[in-house]
């Protein structure tokens, strides 16, 4: 008898500390993120860690580009994400059931840029006519290729557009297959440092292009998943703060869980301050100005009227966190 009592008691407290630590881990809430940017820091600074104790376990997906990550996020393997400003256009032209969340505005003339080679005889923009151009389609590269081309006379159908992601263009870039480059920082400025690159074209004179937070509306229908989109949101505000007040620290710390080089973060963190948002309805013109522009281009697949079901209006960040009644 006293066997089963112990086997019966134990049996309990294992199921007790299995029910525990289940509901430590109830929600798992994924954020999909790229090199360099306020989700980033977050990450490698730890501190959404405090929030199991709440239930909560969130979960980092690294991406490369912005529309991949969009395609993750629509086929709800992401819960939540920050692209630039082409990649949210493309995704909601093509159906995705995605909205709009947050903004970060561009601050800078040099986050991204039209590269060639050092010892390229491309000298001006209307040099790329009938040239070879790598960039990854729908991505923020790729409105900003638009704008510079038409600044210089050209249109995307001017010259041949080579769909490559980072990783696969820097080497067509340095072998010569393709004439110029279309790209965003830290690869911007990693191949400034590395790959006798030289820079053709910047935003100076263009529009800068700003930086977009989504989350599939399945996210915003879900009370849980909101309250944990809600502590995101709040925490990555905390945390632009933190890396404007302390850019040492995120430049000699942060470089290995960065991912990016020293070098790089000594370029990148300076020139643009961190910066994030709510999304707020006057944000839906440029990029309904940049929907018209690749529908134009012929790039996007169909017609697209951005409206007040494209976002989310999300109340002062901070304010909501404190609002949350997390202990």
Known sequence: MKTLTRTTLTLSALSLSAFSLGQAHALTFTIGYQKGGIPNILKARGTLDKYAAQGIDFRWVLFTAGPPLLEAANAGAVDFGSVGNAPGVFALAGGADLKYVGVSVNRSDS????????????????????????????SSAHAFLYNALKAGGLTLKDVTVVPLLPPDARPAFENGSIDAWSIW??????????ASARVLRDHKGLDRGDSYYLAPSAVLND??????LQ????????TAKWANANQATVISQFSDELGIPKSVLEVTVPKNEFNIRPFRAADVKPLQTLAAAFREAGVLPRDLKLGAQNYATLPAFGPALAGLGLK
């Open 223 to 228: 009370p849980q998943k909101k309250r944990a």
């Open 111 to 138: 986050t991204e840029g039209l590269l060639v080679r050092q010892d390229s005889p491309i000298r001006t923009v209307a040099d790329l006519k009938g040239k070879r151009i790598g960039v990854a389609r729908g």
């Open 185 to 194: 920082d830290p690869f911007y400025t990693t191949a400034l440092q590395g």
């Open 231 to 238: 502590i995101v949101l709040a925490e990555l505000e905390g």
